[in-house]
């Protein structure tokens, strides 16, 4: 019987839809899911080293992308992948509710990352196979562009989407006065609870806050005043359970984690020695601190489930902080207790001046288990047009399982090749040291830029971080990619080499100037993160290009392959540590130190090899 399947079908019915699924997987593992985490009250150390971890099926693709030629066909694993990654987006989904939520989502996040990098081997093949070498060349750049569109997609508006659910799904918004006042009394203790005893009603759940309008005295006192208060209300807060947190060790499963040789032996020496003489509170030498203010909160009934209460500042003068109650976990065994905020007045500010906070309240877990589940309705759909509509091209058939050995013992030569290049450890080190700085970069704009502003971060809510990194900054990472091309095609790579290495490094010092200034304008946040993106897909472009480079030769797909494999472990390592460093250090001195970690780049670039008419266009 004659074979009806078409071997051949338009490209534009399914290249764009094919790679839009190939995006998707890797920037809700690389990025949505920091920011996932990061609203559900996970630590940065622990943000950074476990989702670093997720890189590790991109490092060791090239491990087994010939299992992928040799079992079934690239149409085949193209559409189990995209039914997998189906299912751990539903995963995700039905965990984040769970007590274990840290475990049990890492786990699918993890069955992602192993089906996305199976999927981004199978697809890259068939487009190889199912297109002929004119559709190569003008598509590639389509291809490029739908992956661009699935990163806004997934990192802009599914987080716009989550943080309009959060908006939508949480307690009316309270604002709250905070007046600095010279003729205050100052408070000499922590000051009894002001609300009245709440009695459960049937009434509307609703924040209950007082003062809703608080005066504190513009007078600096000692440090060891402020911090007996400030201490009173923090263990008030710890012992009613209104502050929680995911510690390693539940993350882990190991009890004694904190206790490793590891922790004894090198992290933490090392920990009190970067706390010490570079940690935040070092800049502090004066031994006055600024006045506290104290406000209380409830709920008015028994709420059923958890409430996350955050306050942030809204607006006025920005020498008025918070210093403590940044984030307050309600439930129904402690409802009806208050808890604790604490403002407190810059110990320079001696005149009188107004700020205005908000009490903001979201149900982030239903927030994100929405944004989740209609990801899982998109890819059943990448699935079931993926197998309606892609061709069935002859060459894309299974390798012969029989000559497994032969094929890996060729295989295993091919790698063998590769390191036997000339100057191959440099090689090796510009492939691991070009973006050393920025590996450690991306895994924490999203918390500095989500961080309420009293520990150091910008204070965006989720819609707004959406908007400006995940729309604004992916926008301007495109442009800056397209022009790192079409200059490079012009004057070729050696020109453009150094002006490219510039900017992907020194725009990271934008985050400096964040740290330290704290804008509160949402359009000068968007305009320095878009600036720092574009210089970011300008300067990418020389890494990219030079992979290509490194693989010419007798076998430029394999080469190439070990490359990108380098190329995640890169960022894979030094991301790991970032959120630790950084919790040691704070953000300002984080940003300082990720310029620093820059110049091993420079150093490298300085010695490569590079032919002067690489990467110009035949004219």
């Not at 990192?155 to 959060?166: D, H, P, S």
């Not at 809703?212 to 008030?236: D, F, M, S, V, Y």
């Not at 004057?491 to 150094?498: M, S």
Request: hydrophobic share 50%.
């Amino acid at each position: 019987m004659p074979n009806t399947k078409p071997t051949t079908r338009n490209p534009w019915a399914w290249i764009p839809t094919l790679y839009t699924a190939e995006g998707l997987p890797y920037v809700l593992v690389m990025t949505v899911a920091v920011v996932m985490y990061k609203g559900l009250g996970i630590s940065n150390t622990d943000i950074a080293l476990y989702t670093s971890w997720l890189y590790l099926p991109w490092v060791i693709k090239p491990l087994w992308s010939p299992v992928v030629d040799i079992l079934k066909t690239r149409r085949w694993w193209i559409w189990t992948m995209q039914v997998l990654i189906g299912g751990g987006l539903a995963g995700v989904a039905l965990t984040i509710p769970a007590p274990d939520f840290f475990q049990w989502t890492l786990a699918c996040f993890w069955l992602l990352a192993f089906s996305s990098a199976t999927h981004d081997i199978a697809a890259d093949g068939f487009y190889l196979l199912a297109t002929t070498e004119k559709e190569q060349s003008f598509f590639v750049g389509i291809r490029s562009t739908f992956y661009r569109i699935a990163s806004i997609f997934g990192q802009g508006l599914l987080v716009i989407l989550a943080g309009f659910i959060q908006s939508y799904t949480g307690l009316p918004k309270i604002p709250i006065v905070v007046e600095a006042r010279p003729e205050t009394a100052l408070v000499q203790s922590l000051p009894s609870a002001t609300l009245p005893a709440a009695a459960p009603t049937a009434g509307e759940l609703r924040v209950m806050v007082a003062p809703a309008q608080i005066q504190i005295a513009p007078q600096p006192r000692t440090k060891a005043e402020i911090a007996a208060l400030l201490g009173e209300a923090k263990n008030w807060n710890a012992k009613n359970h209104f502050l929680r947190s995911q510690k390693r060790a539940a993350a882990t499963g190991n009890k004694d984690a904190g206790d490793s040789w590891w922790r004894r032996g090198v992290s933490g020496p090392l920990g009190s020695f970067l706390r010490e003489h570079f940690g935040q509170a070092t800049a502090a030498r004066s031994e006055l601190a600024g006045n506290l203010g104290f406000v209380s909160l409830q709920l008015s009934r028994p709420p059923g489930k958890e409430v996350v209460v955050t306050l942030a500042f809204k607006s006025g003068d920005k020498s008025v902080s918070l210093a403590e109650g940044a984030r307050l976990v309600f439930d129904d065994s402690n409802w009806n207790l208050p808890a604790r905020a604490v403002l407190q007045l810059d110990p320079k500010l001696r005149s009188a001046t107004t700020a205005r906070f908000e009490v903001r309240s979201g149900n982030i877990p239903l927030s994100w288990s929405i944004t989740f589940f209609t990801l899982v309705g998109f890819f059943l759909l990448f699935a079931a047009w993926h197998q309606f509509i892609l061709p069935y091209p002859d060459q894309d058939q299974p390798g012969d399982a029989h000559g497994i050995v032969t094929f890996l013992t060729e295989f295993f030569k091919t790698f063998g090749a590769f390191f036997r290049r000339p100057k191959i450890v440099l090689l090796l080190l510009f492939l691991l040291l070009y973006r050393f700085g920025e590996a450690q970069l991306v895994k924490m704009v999203a918390p500095f830029l989500l961080d309420a502003r009293e520990v150091g971060g910008i204070g965006l809510t989720t819609e707004q971080f959406g908007l400006a990194y995940g729309t604004f900054g992916i926008l301007a990472l495109t442009g800056g990619g397209l022009l790192g091309g079409m200059v490079v095609s012009k004057f070729g790579l050696k020109f453009w080499l150094w002006p490219m290495v510039l900017a992907i490094h020194l725009p990271d010092a934008i985050f400096i100037y964040l740290a330290y200034a704290q804008p509160d304008n949402l359009a000068i946040v968007s305009a320095c993160v878009a600036v720092e993106q574009f210089g970011y897909g300008f300067g990418f472009t020389a890494y990219m290009l030079y992979m290509i480079y490194i693989a010419r030769g007798k076998h430029p797909t394999a080469h190439y392959a070990i490359c990108t494999g380098f190329m995640a472990l890169g960022m894979m390592l030094p991301g790991m540590w970032s959120g630790w460093l950084q919790e040691l250090i704070g953000y300002q001195h984080f940003f300082v130190w990720v310029i620093l970690a820059t110049l091993p780049s420079f150093a490298v670039v300085l010695l490569i090899p590079l032919d002067r008419e690489f990467g110009k266009k035949n004219s």
